[in-house]
């Protein structure tokens, strides 16, 4: 069993900033890429930034210069530091996590719970 779990969303005001974590656990033999997608209301599933066990980065256009994804791959656990918030950055995120858990053959995505970031204007 693996789980996938979000911590950190909030409301805030447009400027500030705030910083996500999740933590996958469970029965984990390797970890590949870790990352947020976010949704916001009427709106389909957007990615937001990923990052492989390599540490390379992915950005959406979007967020690029005010979002920083990291990973502490000892404790498989990934961050999303947001700075410079905006209004249009309000929707639930969610956490990913592509993992091979022991016994396993294949990386599988896994999905956390979402966590809502609102952000006041």
């Known amino acids: 069993q693996v789980q996938v779990v979000e911590s950190g969303g909030g409301l805030v005001q447009a400027g500030e900033s705030l910083r996500l974590s999740c933590a996958a656990s469970g029965s984990i033999f390797s970890t590949n890429a870790m990352g947020w997608y976010r949704q916001a209301p009427g709106k389909q599933r957007e990615l937001v930034a990923t990052?492989?066990?390599?540490?390379?980065?992915n950005y959406a256009d979007s967020v690029k210069g005010r979002f920083t994804i990291s990973r502490d791959n000892a404790k498989n656990t990934v961050y999303l530091q947001m700075n410079s918030l905006k209004p249009e950055d309000t929707a639930v995120y969610y956490c990913i996590a592509d993992i091979k858990y022991y016994g396993g053959s294949n990386y599988n995505r896994y999905w956390g719970q979402g966590t809502q970031v609102t952000v006041s204007s």
């Open positions: 990052i492989t066990s390599g540490l390379r980065t």
